[in-house]
């Protein structure tokens, strides 16, 4: 099965042909399978995902290139960064969203990247967004800004997000409409997903809720998704009632700033912080910044 075929529009492919075989050179090292760029400042790409890497959707692992050889001893050291694995838990590639930053010692290099190409992957997955760190309830919030959006890329395509909850919300705030291109396509292809809408049951994707918001860049709804719950204008847009800790739970990822502000709201909707070791009802991530 050619998954990538099916998890990216045509359209926003920009390159994508079978990995030709070639001596692994890197330790740990996979092999890009397609590349797709949406901005300038942001791309996705997927690559062969080790045989025995297991993980549970909304993890992270620590991904990368050899670094430029050092002047003096003309020794090459692995730079590496978090990033969230944005395809899910079942899927035979592995699939990553990320900023491309211009003078970034990873991502001035990484945003090159081409089909065939290696790149360093530890297959070592953790993180706090997972379903193990939340106690049940009704409706999830997925709050996202940015990149952010990239371990819920992997938790809307996971069976139990469906399994756990009866809605599922998902806000996406970033500068400009072209930002939330990858979120908005992701969503949109579980509609048709044949697959998923046999595994996790016909229409499914009818539980999610999408809110996409921009801050810099005129959309059908502008603003902060903090100002606008703070208003009430986003459960009033989505038809909810405000967050509560007997029936909503949350999972953020997003920068710094925003997941300090969100965390204070939850916190002052009467939310809990969760983790793996004690579950509650809500977890945060920071998403990857270069
Ligand atoms: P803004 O344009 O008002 O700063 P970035 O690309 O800098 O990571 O930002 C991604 C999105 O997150 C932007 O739309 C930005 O809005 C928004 N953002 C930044 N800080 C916060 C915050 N504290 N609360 C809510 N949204 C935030």
């Known amino acids: 099965m050619v998954w990538r075929e099916r998890d990216m529009t045509e359209q926003a492919l920009v390159t994508e042909a079978p990995a030709p075989a070639k001596a692994v050179t890197m330790p740990d090292a996979q092999t890009v399978t397609a590349v797709a760029h949406y901005t300038d400042r942001l ?20 991904i990368g290139l050899m670094g430029d050889p050092d002047p003096a001893t003309g020794k090459q050291k692995p730079l590496l960064r978090a990033y969230s694995i944005a395809s899910p838990s079942w899927d035979e590639e592995l699939e990553f969203y990320s900023i491309k930053v211009q003078d970034g010692p990873l991502t001035s290099k990484l945003q090159h990247i081409k089909v065939g190409d290696e790149i360093i992957l530890r297959p070592k997955p953790v993180g706090t967004l997972v379903h193990d760190a939340l106690l049940p309830g009704k409706r999830i919030w997925f709050f996202a ?60 994707w009818k539980k999610i809720k999408y809110y996409p918001t921009t801050t810099r860049e005129e959309s059908a709804k502008m603003g902060r998704i903090t ?3 703070r208003s009430g204008e986003a459960f009033a847009d989505l038809g909810v009632p ?11 990822c997003g920068n710094l700033a925003f997941n300090l502000e969100i965390k204070e709201m939850l916190e002052g909707y009467g939310l809990e912080e969760g983790a793996n070791s004690k579950p509650a009802q809500y977890v945060v991530e920071k998403a990857f910044l270069d």
């Open 242 to 252: 405000q967050i509560n800790p007997e029936t909503d739970r949350a999972m953020v």
């Open 43 to 62: 791309f996705s790409f997927r690559c062969t995902r080790p045989a025995s890497m297991r993980f549970r959707s909304g993890e992270f692992v620590m």
């Open 227 to 229: 100002d606008l719950m």
């Open 145 to 204: 800004t940015g990149t952010g959006f990239a371990p819920f890329a992997s938790l809307l395509r996971e069976p139990q997000t469906y399994e756990d909850y009866d809605e599922v919300i998902i806000t996406h705030t970033c500068r400009e409409v072209g930002e939330l291109t990858y979120g908005r396509d992701l969503i949109e292809s579980l509609k048709t997903d044949e697959l998923l809408n046999e595994v996790i049951g016909e229409g499914f």
